[in-house]
């Protein structure tokens, strides 16, 4: 075997680094088992407050040694293999969008007092009350305003077309809640987009219908308060002119005399000094203490100096962190605004400076117009940021501008040679360069002292935009995952009892062979998760998903492989030759199963969102994966165990298999028009079902009214979620909320009614429900709950967590995957009727299974077509392609000898060759998810149901619908047979 110290190389690092990475799970694994101890109470119920105050209390500690380096709990959880919200739960954030800052935007920050006043009023009364806030403001505006009309307010330049002073406060109205829709939605999106890029796998996002509130969830957070800063920032990215500080010389000694004097005049009030001498040796006195006593008149820190000490020929203003407060409770003071300069404003540098080992913080003057709002240059000319590194290899963002903001960064450098220029994100300056020289692109870069997460969430930030309006979170918890313990522990168990049979099943198959698929597969296993931790990847049920794929396609490899050596020792080759031969010819059959695949991955990632993303990165690391273990280690394995030859102790093949599935002569185009008949029947049959009863879509795709429910003890999640599902009509979702007995019930149910009597009985179906489910009863008091019963503490109605852009996004990246599948398929095989016969029996594998969840909830079972059903639609193409592609791969073999082999005849002979492989390879597949269909309990019902059928009907699909179609589409050739055979008849 050439290579093979390569191939060994190669194993043995990879081998290695996933140890490594994986090794930071189990550690952390370990200490999220501790916090949760500690978290437990006497009566059993887990606060997840607590066990999330534990682990921020040893987030940058050192607890983990490995060979000497030392990793904090921080370090840890940026390493190890992450899970989705449906595995272990994360962080829930309510936000609220400000529409007092719109309403501001919108007046030209007006002055007018009852405005002013009417904002503050409304703003108190929004605290309790469900109207809308615009409705609340101009309640309020009536009362203050004395029969003013908003268009005094509101008809500004900026409004000009839109409001005029003739304009009556209902078009005014109208204008306004439209705005504040629309800055609702736009921080949404902008929310949304920064959510995604922030590194969790599949997080939630929903607004909250009827209010300017939006509710994230973000799977498994470590470290909430950068959660915080990345979901509150507003993004206010300015590029500032900075006035160098002997511009304002004269005016901060004004400041620095006054100070000075009110200080000596104070001290002499109270000591009752009264000559020159005693007077100064008094302010010498208090000018060393004042920042000490942190009072709002001097500064200096060690030496008897005025706050604003300054050469007049410049120099820093530079502080102690701690000094900074009293700096800015001077700069407050209207006696001290009064003598500052009126084109200047003060910022202070973003981070610290400690290389002297004490931090410092620098205050910048920047050069303002007469508003000192609007900048020379602003963010929303950025049309591109990304994390990079500086020219010292420092963590830096690099920013690309639109022509416009290329156009003004060009005028505002060429006029700012040999000055600095301020690069200010929310009033904080991030980096004040020197312009070395005019910069004629728009190509820039923010420096400045950053960590690497600190870069990527500024670029996140800049990229996705800025906030239309500020937000702020309302409300905060830490919830549970949305596939409970239970269920996921029902899921483990079944699917290793299905990996156990499929080991016994290929070592009675295949003998040794078998032992080194199973080889293989473990390998292949234990890759997809180290690779993930090594990616910073989460694994999610989606995830899950793409490993059974993976697992079909690891098992489908060496079936392929050993099922050619088998052909070959039949035909008399021996040993060693036949295991060449075998892995040999079956090499293309699997590079272009695997291709195909890979290719059908990598477009979903590019173009999907949500778990389409999560499916294919596990589906594209599966998939590479998969084919080195199959392909390259078991070669490896192979050849070590067949080194003596003939005399070698290894079998392909057991008296329990030996001539099984051989030498078959099944007429399978003969009865296409059979197979036509029955999946168009079911097809049609289903579908018109689910246009009758309606398809039961979960709640991430519909919305729905949420519910948080106080328990007297803790239940299992999916228990009631099954409980619950079995009492009314709608899809419902159950998470733990902030403790084990706090949950947070979701439902579907009545969805589209929106009146307060619709409200009033879905409370009430959920409340009849739980008392069902749970033999609880229901209690109006949540603050006094005694034994045996539950109370609803607080509800909303929220909107789908799957939104139309995602929905958009996964058509075009099914698309343009069958888009490329036909292309390669084409490419490989020279004739398009391959090509379509693929395309075809894809659609027919997914309207197959669509039809069939509509049959089965028609006769009584419960499925439902949420995100994890998308996820097994998705494993089924994968799954039709890999069978599809080898039986064409096998008949495009026989279409090269074919000689004077009829057609038909031809591709059942390529069908009845390949058979074999196809139900191995179906059968041991199907062994892990019959296994988990059976036992893996409800809450997993209909994922395996779905990947059940799929399979089943994939199998069929390659055999029935895409080698038939195939023939019927090759008229041409049909026909030229039918041509020779006729004459030869009438001879006869």
Request: glycine content about 8%; some cysteine; charged content about 20%.
């Amino acid at each position: 075997m050439r290579n093979q110290g390569v191939i060994v190389f190669l194993t043995v690092v990879i081998t290695a680094l996933c140890l490594y990475y994986l090794s930071f799970t189990f550690v952390s694994n370990n200490i999220q088992q501790k916090a949760e101890a500690f978290a437990t109470d006497a009566g059993g119920n887990i606060d997840f407050g607590k066990k999330q105050a534990y682990l921020d209390s040893i987030y940058r500690e050192p607890v983990y040694n490995f060979l000497g380096a030392k990793f904090t709990f921080k370090e840890i959880k940026e390493t190890e293999l992450g899970l989705g919200l449906d595995l272990q739960g994360g962080m829930h954030v309510t936000l609220e969008v400000s529409p007092v800052e719109i309403l501001k935007g919108l007046s030209g920050n007006s002055k007018d007092p009852a405005f002013n006043a009417a904002l503050e009023d409304a703003t108190q009364q929004a605290k309790t009350s469900n109207q809308k806030f615009v409705n609340l403001f101009y309640s309020a505006w009536q009362e203050k305003a004395a029969g003013k009309n908003l268009s005094s307010v509101f008809a500004t330049a900026a409004n000009r077309g839109r409001i005029s002073l003739e304009s009556s406060d209902s078009d005014i109205l109208q204008i306004i809640d439209t705005e504040v829709e629309n800055a609702i939605d736009r921080s949404f999106n902008i929310l949304r987009t920064r959510v995604d890029r922030f590194g969790t796998s599949q997080p939630n996002i929903q607004r909250i219908q009827g209010s300017g509130r939006i509710q994230i969830e973000l799977p498994g957070v470590s470290n909430p308060e950068r959660v915080r800063n990345l979901l509150q920032g507003v993004a206010k990215l300015q590029f500032w002119e900075v006035a160098e500080p002997n511009e304002y010389f004269m005016e901060l000694q004004a400041v620095n005399d006054f100070l000075v004097s009110e200080a000596v005049a104070k001290k002499a009030a109270d000591t009752g000094a009264t000559t020159p001498a005693q007077q100064d040796s008094l302010a010498a006195s208090e000018l060393e203490q004042q920042l000490s006593k942190g009072t709002d008149s001097l500064d200096l820190s060690s030496s008897v100096s005025p706050i604003f000490a300054l050469s007049k020929g410049g120099g820093a203003l530079v502080y102690e962190v701690r000094d900074t407060v009293t700096i800015n409770r001077i700069f407050a003071r209207e006696d001290v605004k009064s003598l500052l300069p009126r084109n200047t404003k003060f910022l202070w540098s973003v981070k610290p400076d400690n290389t002297t080992g004490v931090e410092l913080l620098e205050l910048f003057g920047i050069k303002t117009d007469r508003t000192g709002d609007q900048a020379p240059l602003e963010g929303d000319v950025i049309t591109d940021a990304r994390q990079t590194l500086d020219q010292t290899s420092r963590p830096a963002v690099s920013m690309q501008m639109n022509a416009d903001g290329a156009r003004k960064w060009r005028k505002l450098t060429g006029d700012n040679i040999g000055r600095r220029i301020a690069v200010v994100l929310d009033d904080f300056v991030y980096t004040a360069p020197m312009v070395q020289g005019e910069i004629p692109s728009g190509q820039s870069e923010i420096t400045g002292n950053f960590t690497i997460d600190e870069a990527k969430d500024l670029a996140n930030i800049l990229k996705s935009g800025s906030l239309p309006a500020p937000t702020k979170i309302v409300e905060e918890a830490i919830i549970g995952p949305t596939l409970g313990k239970e269920a996921q522990s029902q899921g483990i168990i079944s699917m290793v009892a299905g990996l156990v049979l499929v080991v016994l099943f290929m070592i009675a198959y295949y003998s040794k062979g078998g032992l080194v698929a199973i080889a293989a597969l473990v390998f292949n296993i234990f890759f997809i998760l180290g690779i993930l931790a090594q990616l910073g990847a989460a694994l999610t049920l989606p995830g899950i998903a793409g490993i059974v794929l993976t697992i079909g396609m690891s098992i489908d490899a060496n079936v392929l492989i050993f099922e050619r050596i088998k052909e070959e020792l039949a035909n008399g080759s021996n040993l060693l030759a036949a295991i060449n031969q075998g892995y040999s010819k079956a090499f293309s059959s699997i590079f272009d199963s695997n291709l195909t695949t890979f290719l059908v991955g990598a477009i979903l990632y590019a173009l999907g969102q949500g778990p389409v993303k999560g499916f294919a990165i596990v589906l594209m690391i599966g998939i590479a994966s998969s084919f080195f273990s199959a392909v390259f280690i078991t070669r490896l394995i192979v050849h070590w165990m067949s080194k003596k030859g003939d005399k070698s102790n290894i079998s392909f093949s057991t008296p329990f298999a030996k001539g099984l599935l051989n030498n078959l002569n099944i007429d399978f185009m003969g009865k296409r028009k059979v197979a036509y008949l029955i999946s168009s029947s079911i097809i049609v049959l289903g579908l018109a079902i689910g246009m009758i009863n309606g398809l039961k879509f979960g709640v991430d795709f519909t919305g729905g009214r949420s519910y948080i429910v106080a328990f007297s003890q803790a239940l299992p999640a999916s228990d009631l979620k099954v409980g619950l599902d079995n009492e009314f009509e709608g899809s419902v979702e159950v998470k733990t909320y902030g403790a084990d007995n706090i949950m947070k019930v979701t439902t579907s149910y009545m969805i589209n009614e929106d009146d307060d009597n619709s409200n009033a009985e879905v409370e009430r179906k959920v409340r009849d429900g739980i008392a069902a489910v749970t033999g609880l009863t229901y209690a109006t008091d949540a603050s006094n709950l005694g034994s045996g019963q539950f109370a609803i503490t607080g509800s909303s109605k929220v909107g789908a967590t799957v939104a139309d852009d995602i929905k958009k996004s996964s058509a075009e990246a099914m698309f343009f995957a069958l888009a490329a599948i036909f292309l390669y398929i084409l490419l490989r095989f020279r004739k398009w009727q391959f090509s379509l016969g693929s395309i075809v029996a894809l659609v027919h594998d997914v309207l197959f299974v669509v039809a069939a969840f509509a049959i089965a909830n028609a006769l009584g079972a419960n499925f439902e077509i949420d995100q994890v059903f998308i996820a097994a639609i998705l494993t089924v193409v994968g799954y039709s392609i890999n069978d599809t592609v080898i039986v064409f791969d096998r008949i495009r073999e026989n279409l090269e000898v074919r000689g004077t082999t009829k057609l038909t005849q031809m591709f059942n002979d390529a069908l009845n060759q390949t058979l074999s492989r196809t139900l191995i390879t179906s059968f041991t597949t199907l062994i892990v998810v019959i296994v988990l269909l059976l036992f893996g309990g409800q809450v997993l019902g209909g994922f395996s149901f779905a990947l059940f059928v799929g399979i089943v009907v994939g199998t069929y699909s390659s055999i029935y619908i895409a080698s038939p179609i195939v023939v019927d589409l090759m008229k041409k050739e049909l026909e030229a047979e039918k041509a020779e055979v006729v004459p030869a008849k009438k001879k006869a």
